[in-house]
């Protein structure tokens, strides 16, 4: 299964990039050589890594998201860019700010990278959207978050249907954007890529956020014709 990025900056070169996933888990390779200095996994580790040097001796995110961290190096957040990206059986086309495609891109990346806290975002892969607001990425969260309670009651476990754990989850990803973010400071590029992170990051917390305070009416709104299920 691959997944193709295409940049089109109003200044300079255009930019190609395909993530090749394996069709049975949706995990991504990764890139071959020397990994960066920066991507050890002690450096700006995340305080909840369950990741030991010993067996992991870079962070799985960093190794991945490397090449495209140089690739954005002088790229600047609020350049627009026509961003085209292909998956399989529709394409998507839109000009937006660089810092909107990178996200994209980045969210990508990561959530296939083997990280194992944001592994719990790797089935939202299979319907991979590149430009969603924050309102659609919420509604494919819940979505899956609630399919994978139900594979969890099939396997004998206990389903969460509180959305609890998906809080959580949301939570420590979190965590990881924060840390990712402080990996990018120090490093000579322009602030596209820290600002893609910055963006993945307000997903996440506003995802958590609707779901603590339980402001979900919106959506309920939509579920009305289930109603009489519940009586």
Same mark, same amino acid.
């Given at each position: 299964?691959?997944?193709? $990025?295409?940049f089109v900056p109003e200044k300079g070169p255009a930019k190609d990039f395909t993530v090749k996933l394996d069709p049975q888990t949706l995990e991504?390779?990764?890139?071959?050589?020397?990994?960066?200095?920066? +991507?050890?996994?002690?450096?700006?580790?995340?305080?909840?890594?369950?990741? !030991? !040097?010993?067996? *992991?001796?870079?962070?799985?995110?960093?190794?991945?998201?490397?090449?495209?961290?140089?690739?954005? /190096?002088?790229?600047v957040s609020y350049e627009e860019a026509d961003i085209t990206v292909s998956a399989p059986g529709r394409v998507y086309t839109k000009r937006v700010?660089?810092?909107?495609?990178?996200? #994209?891109?980045? #969210?990508?990346?990561?959530? +296939? *990278?083997?990280?194992?806290?944001?592994?719990?975002?790797?089935?939202?892969?299979? +319907?991979?959207?590149?430009?969603?607001?924050?309102?659609e990425t919420m509604y494919r969260a819940m979505s899956m978050y609630l399919l994978g309670q139900f594979f969890v009651g099939k396997k004998g #476990?206990?389903?969460?249907?509180?959305?609890?754990?998906?809080?959580?989850?949301?939570?420590?990803?979190? !965590?990881?954007?924060?840390?990712?973010?402080?990996?990018?400071?120090?490093?000579?590029?322009?602030?596209?890529?820290?600002?893609?992170?910055?963006?993945?990051?307000?997903?996440?917390?506003? +995802? /958590?956020?609707?779901?603590? !305070? *339980?402001?979900?009416?919106?959506?309920?709104?939509?579920?009305?014709? $289930?109603?009489?299920?519940?009586?």
């Open positions: 299964m691959e997944l193709s $990025y295409r991504s390779a990764a890139p071959a050589g020397e990994p960066a200095d920066w +991507t050890r996994l002690e450096h700006q580790q995340c305080e909840s890594c369950p990741l !030991k !040097k010993e067996s *992991s001796p870079h962070c799985p995110v960093a190794v991945r998201m490397a090449p495209l961290v140089d690739a954005f /190096k002088d790229s700010p660089m810092q909107i495609g990178v996200s #994209g891109l980045f #969210g990508l990346v990561m959530a +296939t *990278s083997g990280c194992p806290i944001l592994d719990k975002m790797r089935p939202m892969v299979f +319907t991979h959207l590149p430009f969603p607001s924050l309102q #476990g206990k389903p969460d249907w509180s959305l609890d754990g998906l809080a959580e989850i949301f939570a420590r990803i979190g !965590k990881v954007n924060q840390s990712l973010a402080e990996r990018l400071r120090p490093l000579s590029v322009r602030d596209a890529s820290v600002n893609a992170v910055i963006n993945l990051d307000c997903f996440a917390t506003f +995802t /958590k956020s609707a779901i603590d !305070k *339980s402001s979900l009416a919106w959506l309920e709104r939509l579920f009305k014709p $289930y109603w009489d299920l519940a009586k």
